[in-house]
């Protein structure tokens, strides 16, 4: 990665941190670990990122080791490396210490639906539901008007 003023340490937390704790990061690497490899995929999951931001953060984490670009119908994908992998426990123990210590009422001002519908829409399980289409409606009464339906 390119000198951004680290920490100058010779200290394993104090190196990860230089790579990991850029701003939007550890979100990126939440949604490799997710299942996303596309840039769009990608960006649906941290839909507040500006694209050049992550493209940006695209080439850090491939410049250290964490991603890959790999040729993919046409374009290209992500794969995480295996030192990317290895980031799963980590990214999981963020989630496990914020839903312990963070506050719930704040983190609901910051309830992003679209967010919430793309998540789910990757992690349900749709073999239970019957053969023909299922349309299922979330409502968000105490959100403004235009994101309440989904």
Not at 119 to 137: E, G, H, K, W
Request: net charge positive; hydrophobic share 40%; proline share 10%.
């Amino acid at each position: 990665m390119p000198d951004r003023g680290g920490y100058g340490q010779f200290c394993p937390v104090a190196m990860a941190a230089e790579i990991l704790c850029s701003r939007w990061t550890v979100p990126v690497v939440r949604e490799f670990l997710a299942g996303s490899t596309r840039f769009n995929e990608l960006r649906k999951g941290v839909p507040r990122m500006s694209p050049a931001l992550l493209a940006r953060r695209l080439r850090d984490l491939e410049e250290a080791g964490i991603v890959r670009r790999v040729p993919a119908g046409g374009g290209h994908a992500y794969q995480l490396t295996p030192a990317g992998l290895d980031l799963r426990e980590c990214v999981e123990s963020f989630g496990k210490w914020g839903q312990r210590w963070i506050d719930a009422e704040v983190t609901l001002r910051n309830l992003d639906p679209s967010l919430l519908m793309w998540d789910m829409r990757r992690n349900i399980d749709p073999t239970p539901l019957p053969p023909a289409r299922v349309v299922i409606q979330f409502l968000y009464p105490e959100l403004p008007k235009p994101k309440r339906t989904w």
